[in-house]
């Protein structure tokens, strides 16, 4: 019995591991400011999501996919599912998906108020200390 609960873990965990991908479908050397209103902020597992509107001089109406963090980490960093509301304008620092334009993964989040929200620390969680930034 305790073999086949221990190889029952070993299974669960080597599939857990091989699903996350981690930050290497981003490009983490590239971070691009974006500014728009939140379309959507849904806090569920695996990850957090935020769809943006954005629309600027520099850029036509767009919609953005921001893949965050999960929500045990999130909520260790005091975010709820009420942290971003629709409507809300915010200003977000995000690192690009590689392969599909309008994707990217959450950096920060800067509301109105000026409060920032940071969600991976420079030099953290794949994100290196410096890099060149887009706007």
Known sequence: ??????????????????????????????????????????FGNPHTWLWLTVNSPQRPLEEWSIESAPPNYLTGQGWSPSTLKAGETLTILVSPLKTEPRRAILLEVKRSNGETLIVRPRGSFGRPARVNQDK
């Open 1 to 42: 019995m305790t073999k086949l609960v221990l190889l029952s873990f070993i299974l669960l965990s080597a599939r857990s591991v091989s699903a996350h991908h981690g930050t290497s479908t981003y490009d983490m050397n590239k971070e691009i400011s974006l500014t728009g209103t939140v379309k959507e902020w849904t």
